[in-house]
T-cell receptor, first 113, second 113 residues
Framework: AQSVTQLDSQVPVFEEAPVELRCNYS??????LFWYVQYPNQGLQLLLK??????LVKGINGFEAEFNKSQTSFHLRKPSVHISDTAEYFC???????????FGQGTELSVKP | EAQVTQNPRYLITVTGKKLTVTCSQN?????MSWYRQDPGLGLRQIYY???????DKGDVPEGYKVSRKEKRNFPLILESPSPNQTSLYFC????????????FGQGTRLTVV
């Protein structure tokens, strides 16, 4: 079965420091991957997506992720975080059909001043 | 503004008292889903619908019902809620069933006592 694993449940970091949130996926013929962000008391918002093409994907709010087929990873990075980036981040895998998303367990990013 | 609207945002109810959480989207999307979010488990799909009058079970359908009588609406029904259904619920919609972005509502926090 297709799966997504987020390796860190919580990531504390100081403001203006770089951050990496890790995501690994199970290998299959077709791989599509998303990162969503959930700010406190809000729904999920798409940060970026990989469907095909360039393995370096840029998203909103200065985030980017790299699709690595050999490592089966799709880690999310930001070179300098802000307090406003405090949120929960989900790596998700849309299935090719059926409109279903397979989610990782989520990573809480806490940015401290 | 394109959006998915859920109501209510917060709900406290007693075991066994039937309730309905409404979901409406204004993007003319074909696919709609319900997810529940629990700590450490990410989001799991409860039910989904591919179009009017077409619904199917997701990963955790027990204790839930859905209907899709109109394209824009996809209510979630708990006929006899139990405490293990205490959770954060999200409705989502997408244009088609392929690997495309899903748009999420703001969430409904349900507590069953």
């Amino acid at each position: 079965a297709q799966s997504v694993t987020q390796l860190d449940s919580q990531v504390p970091v100081f403001e203006e420091a770089p951050v990496e949130l890790r995501c690994n996926y199970s290998s299959s013929v077709s791989v599509y991957l998303f990162w969503y962000v959930q700010y406190p008391n809000q729904g999920l918002q798409l940060l970026l997506k990989y469907l095909s093409g360039s393995t370096l994907v840029k998203g909103i709010n200065g985030f980017e992720a790299e699709f690595n087929k050999s490592q089966t990873s799709f880690h999310l990075r930001k070179p300098s975080v802000h307090i406003s980036d405090t949120a929960e981040y989900f790596c998700a895998r849309p299935l090719a059909q059926g409109g279903k998303l397979i989610f990782g367990q989520g990573t809480e990013l806490s940015v401290k001043p | 503004e394109a959006q998915v609207t859920q109501n209510p945002r917060y709900l406290i109810t007693v075991t066994g008292k039937k309730l309905t959480v409404t979901c409406s989207q204004n993007m003319n999307h074909e696919y709609m889903s319900w997810y529940r979010q629990d700590p450490g488990l990410g989001l799991r799909q409860i039910y989904y619908s591919m179009n009017v009058e077409v619904t199917d079970k997701g990963d955790v359908p027990e204790g839930y019902k859905v209907s899709r009588k109109e394209k824009r609406n996809f209510p979630l029904i708990l006929e006899s809620p139990s405490p293990n259904q205490t959770s954060l619920y999200f409705c989502a919609s997408s244009f088609h069933g392929g690997p495309t972005e899903a748009f999420f509502g703001q969430g409904t926090r349900l507590t069953v006592v």
